[in-house]
């Protein structure tokens, strides 16, 4: 795939500058599902948000109401039969990256995205600054 969409899911290594912890301490990355959810007006980055098998239990009660349930009856790739995609802080990843990198998957529906984006806009941890970057906010 040679263009990068809102909506497009991909899998990718993803490293600590992109705001993705290792899993063990003596990993250096970790290879994450993700959704592109906001383009940059440059194209040089996107706003993406990650897919996880579960919602850590130690964070549930901060991170919790940002998540948006999925299954894999309408996402066969998961491993699981729910995941969630993480609305809660949006990631930066440089477009360069994923061309060269990522698997593309294919893309959430649209009820799905419009929930996403939702979710993301009300996250206290996405700054209006991010929002405005990504055009899931209009500058008013």
Known sequence: MNTIEVGSIF???LRP?????PKH???TDRTKYFVV???SSDRIVVGSVLINSHINPKLFNIIGPYQHLISWE????LTKPESFIDCYNIKEIKTSRILEEAEYIGSVNGEDMLHVISLAISSPANKKAVLLKYHLI???
Not at 17 to 21: D, F, L, T
Not at 74 to 77: H, I, N, Q, V
């Open 11 to 13: 899998k990718m290594t």
């Open 17 to 21: 500058e992109e705001g993705v912890k």
């Open 25 to 27: 301490s003596q990993d």
């Open 37 to 39: 959810i906001g383009i």
């Open 74 to 77: 309408d996402y066969t790739f």
């Open 138 to 140: 209009n500058n008013m």
